[in-house]
């Protein structure tokens, strides 16, 4: 049975209503009620599911982050009084790594469990894979020229940046700084080995958890598009009315 997540908070609700509830109801109208396909229709729910549940792992690392930051800027503040001017920022720099971990992982879920029981895709998530998947299978060539769009401007946007800050953390590439102050303010910066840099870490992390949420939705959409029959006529926003003769 499909439940509600556990925690009332702006993400959690994003979530449950965006991808999982949402995602359900596709499944039920594709594969339950037009392919009558009830077996289906349950694998793929609960693969939308298991997506929407690796998706509220990396909002909790990027809540964990914001929580941990109040914590070290009042240490920080407490330090000051005393003349130690920084505190180190290890635990910060652990929920942005484990936050970009669970961003990649949501893709590869996406891609291994969801894509795999839709449309018999498999594999790691990689934007021009999928696209040649598509376009060698002979689906709808009209959702597929979408769906190449989409995935291509996602990546040149934000995706192949969120991508290398991944591997670049792993490979200690990618680097927090100490959390100072100048005047009153907190100071941290988050960086990468060319040189590039952020001192809004938290809004990093916000800018990615959005277009992460923004990409799941509207793939998870375009995804059931490709298995529509010929009678069904799409709607505005990606939402699908059957027409039957």
């Given at each position: 049975?499909?439940?509600?997540?556990?925690?009332n908070?702006?993400?959690?609700?994003?979530?449950?209503?965006?991808?999982?509830?949402?995602?359900?109801?596709?499944?039920?109208?594709?594969?339950g009620?037009?392919k009558?396909?009830?077996?289906?229709?349950?694998e793929?729910?609960?693969?939308?599911?298991?997506?929407?549940?690796?998706?509220?792992?990396?909002?909790?690392?990027?809540s964990?982050?914001?929580?941990?930051?109040?914590v070290?800027?009042?240490?920080?503040?407490?330090?000051?009084?005393?003349?130690?001017?920084?505190?180190?920022?290890?635990?910060?720099?652990?929920?942005?790594?484990?936050?970009?971990?669970?961003?990649?992982?949501?893709?590869?879920?996406?891609?291994?469990?969801?894509?795999?029981?839709?449309?018999?895709?498999?594999?790691?998530?990689?934007?021009?894979?999928?696209?040649?998947?598509?376009?060698n299978?002979k689906?709808?060539?009209?959702?597929v020229?979408?769906?190449?769009?989409?995935?291509?401007?996602?990546?040149?946007?934000?995706?192949?940046?969120?991508?290398d800050?991944?591997?670049l953390?792993?490979?200690?590439?990618f680097?927090?700084?100490?959390?100072?102050?100048?005047?009153?303010?907190?100071?941290?910066?988050?960086?990468?080995?060319?040189?590039?840099y952020?001192?809004d870490?938290?809004?990093?992390?916000e800018?990615?958890?959005?277009?992460l949420?923004s990409?799941?939705?509207?793939?998870m959409?375009?995804?059931?598009?490709?298995?529509?029959?010929?009678?069904?006529?799409?709607?505005?926003?990606?939402?699908?009315?059957?027409?039957?003769?």
């Amino acid at each position: 049975m499909l439940t509600a997540v556990a925690d009332n908070t702006p993400e959690n609700n994003i979530i449950y209503h965006r991808i999982i509830l949402k995602g359900v109801e596709l499944s039920h109208f594709f594969l339950g009620k037009l392919k009558n396909d009830p077996d289906k229709d349950n694998e793929v729910s609960k693969a939308v599911y298991e997506l929407g549940m690796k998706m509220l792992k990396a909002a909790e690392d990027k809540s964990n982050f914001s929580e941990n930051f109040i914590v070290l800027e009042k240490k920080l503040r407490d330090f000051n009084k005393e003349a130690e001017n920084a505190v180190g920022t290890h635990k910060l720099a652990g929920n942005i790594e484990n936050f970009l971990s669970q961003g990649k992982g949501t893709l590869d879920l996406f891609t291994n469990q969801f894509l795999n029981v839709l449309v018999g895709y498999k594999g790691k998530w990689h934007h021009e894979k999928i696209i040649s998947y598509f376009k060698n299978n002979k689906f709808n060539p009209e959702i597929v020229d979408k769906i190449e769009e989409f995935l291509m401007s996602n990546w040149d946007e934000w995706l192949k940046d969120f991508i290398d800050d991944r591997n670049l953390h792993h490979e200690k590439n990618f680097g927090l700084t100490d959390m100072y102050l100048i005047g009153d303010k907190p100071i941290l910066k988050l960086t990468r080995f060319n040189g590039d840099y952020t001192k809004d870490v938290i809004g990093y992390l916000e800018f990615n958890w959005i277009n992460l949420v923004s990409l799941m939705e509207k793939m998870m959409h375009l995804s059931f598009c490709l298995i529509a029959p010929p009678f069904v006529r799409f709607l505005k926003g990606y939402k699908f009315e059957a027409k039957f003769q």
